[in-house]
Nanobody
């Protein structure tokens, strides 16, 4: 199993920045995929960005050029740097990981962007 602990959400004005952190209970080298999804009420959870164990990253079109996913292997932590935030980025952000063929989720952290 993998435990994921998130931090870094909050309230920010449009155009501002936030950084989300997700610390894993295992070496992220052993985790196939890590990344972030987000969800707003009444909508399906959508992929924001993820990074595969080999280092390849993927981003949703809506965040390309604004969000950057990175990882600190020594800390078993993945970061999502979010810049130029927009009100439509408001959502609960969930860290996720795929390990041993199973998907794991963090508890979620609220990001609210005011106009």
């Amino acid at each position: 199993q993998v435990q994921l602990v998130e931090s870094g959400g909050g309230l920010v004005q449009a155009g501002g920045s936030l950084r989300l952190s997700c610390a894993a209970s295992k070496s992220i080298f052993s985790i196939n995929v890590m990344g972030w999804y987000r969800q707003t009420p009444g909508k399906q959870r959508e992929l924001v960005a993820d990074i595969w164990s080999g280092g390849v990253t993927h981003y949703a079109d809506s965040v390309k050029g604004r969000f950057t996913l990175s990882r600190d292997i020594a800390k078993n932590t993945v970061y999502l740097q979010m810049n130029s935030l927009k009100p439509e980025d408001t959502a609960v952000y969930y860290c996720h990981a795929i390990y041993g063929g199973l998907k794991y989720w963090g508890q979620g952290t609220q990001v609210t962007v005011s106009s």
